[in-house]
Structures are given as structure tokens and as C-alpha cells.
T-cell receptor, first 117, second 112 residues
Framework: DARVTQTPRDKVTEMGQEVTMRCQPI?????VFWYRQTMMQGLELLAY????????DSGMPKDRFSAEMPDATLATLKIQPSEPRDSAVYFC???????????????FGPGTRLTVL | AQKVTQAQTEISVVEKEDVTLDCVYE???????LFWYKQPPSGELVFLIR??????QNEISGRYSWNFQKSTSSFNFTITASQVVDSAVYFC?????????FGKGITLSVRP
């Protein structure tokens, strides 16, 4: 049963520290998404990649957040320096979108719960 | 801009009651997709259904049913004979260029 995996599942860090979250999409999926979930804002799209190329990162604070896909099996979301307001659950999702297609299901990972003290 | 409104924030029912979760959306696209996801207390997001804008047929899957009405821009979800295991947060979402815009979610509590 193919699943999206995310590490770490929980991360507690102190303000100012660098945080890196990792995601392994489902093999064969060409699109990877990063979402953030908070009580106040709900689920928000931060960035997404298709065929490893960044397509949209307009939801991401550019000064401290960065997202990359070093290869097809790994996506990373980095926060440097972290701040208490970054505390949230970060979800990675992947999907298989044909050219011009947009309606396919996204499969979500279990999330990384980040707490910045 | 895309927008999804889930006006109900919390619903509490007794087991075996039917419950309907409302979803209203806004989009300028003529082709779009609507989704429902479930987030149980364990935190993962579970896909329930996808519907494209050209298919207004209602769908039933076991105790779950969905009513899509383009005329009112609504995509409502009904659980028949609710069970305690249905307790979760339910999200409606709208797809634009493969990006999902989520509603704020509805917390459903089913009491025994």
C-alpha cells in the first residue's frame, strides 16, 4: 500500500534554530505539495512542485522558508530561522497529474508537528 | 479567487442520527474539482470523494452521500446513521490548477 512518508513526525525546537522537514512522495507521482495547518488559518498551501520543478511558492514566507526537491523521491521544507509563529502541522501530499490535468486526488502524508519555543 | 465556505464549525449528534455537512464554493473557472477529506483525531487527511464540475450526479457510498448543485455552488455531504467512528474534522476543498483551497473544516462529534 503506497503512502507518502514524512519525517520527523514531531519536532520541538527553539526559536532561531533551523528546521528541515522531509517528505517521500508516492513512487511515480509527479507533483508534490507542502501544506501548513494551524488553528487560526486552517490548511494553507505553501508550495508545490511538478516533475521536481517549483510551480508555485506564493504561499510561503520567502525570507525564512525554502522548499526543494533534490530528487524525485525526496522533497524538503526548511525554515531558517524558525519562529514561534511557525508552530503548526506541516503536511506533504503527492499526486499524479497528467499534462493539463488538475483534478486528481492528492495523497497526504501523516504530517510533521512542529513546535517552536 | 477561489473560496470554500464551511459555515458550520462544530456539529454534535447522537449515534444513528443522520447529519449533513454543508459546503459552498466560489470560483470563476468553468472546469473545477471538488473534494471532501476527513481528518480523524489521529491527524492524517483521508480522501473521501472527488467530483468534477461537469458531473452533477449525486453519489452514494455506503452510509455516505454527496449532493452537488452547481446552481447554488454547493457540495454537501450527508452521513446516514452516524457512528462514533465518524467523529472527525471534515474538509471540503476546491481544486484550481491542481492546487487545493480548503474550507475551515467542520468538527463532527458523534456521541454514543
Amino acid at each position: 500500500d503506497a503512502r507518502v512518508t514524512q519525517t520527523p513526525r514531531d519536532k520541538v525546537t527553539e526559536m532561531g534554530q533551523e528546521v528541515t522537514m522531509r517528505c517521500q512522495p508516492i513512487l511515480g507521482h509527479n507533483t508534490v505539495f507542502w501544506y501548513r495547518q494551524t488553528m487560526m488559518q486552517g490548511l494553507e498551501l505553501l508550495a508545490y512542485f511538478r516533475n521536481r520543478a517549483p510551480l508555485d511558492d506564493s504561499g510561503m514566507p520567502k525570507d525564512r522558508f525554502s522548499a526543494e526537491m533534490p530528487d524525485a523521491t525526496l522533497a524538503t521544507l526548511k525554515i531558517q530561522p524558525s519562529e514561534p509563529r511557525d508552530s503548526a502541522v506541516y503536511f506533504c501530499a503527492s499526486g499524479s497529474f497528467p499534462p493539463g490535468g488538475e483534478g486528481d486526488e492528492q495523497f497526504f502524508g501523516p504530517g510533521t508537528r512542529l513546535t517552536v519555543l | 479567487a477561489q473560496k470554500v465556505t464551511q459555515a458550520q464549525t462544530e456539529i454534535s449528534v447522537v449515534e444513528k442520527e443522520d447529519v449533513t455537512l454543508d459546503c459552498v464554493y466560489e470560483t470563476r473557472d468553468t472546469t473545477y474539482y471538488l473534494f471532501w477529506y476527513k481528518q480523524p483525531p489521529s491527524g492524517e487527511l483521508v480522501f473521501l470523494i472527488r467530483r468534477n464540475s461537469f458531473d452533477e450526479q449525486n453519489e452514494i457510498s455506503g452510509r455516505y452521500s454527496w449532493n452537488f448543485q452547481k446552481s447554488t455552488s454547493s457540495f454537501n455531504f450527508t452521513i446516514t446513521a452516524s457512528q462514533v467512528v465518524d467523529s472527525a474534522v471534515y474538509f471540503c476543498a476546491l481544486s484550481e490548477a491542481s492546487k487545493l483551497t480548503f474550507g475551515k473544516g467542520i468538527t463532527l462529534s458523534v456521541r454514543p
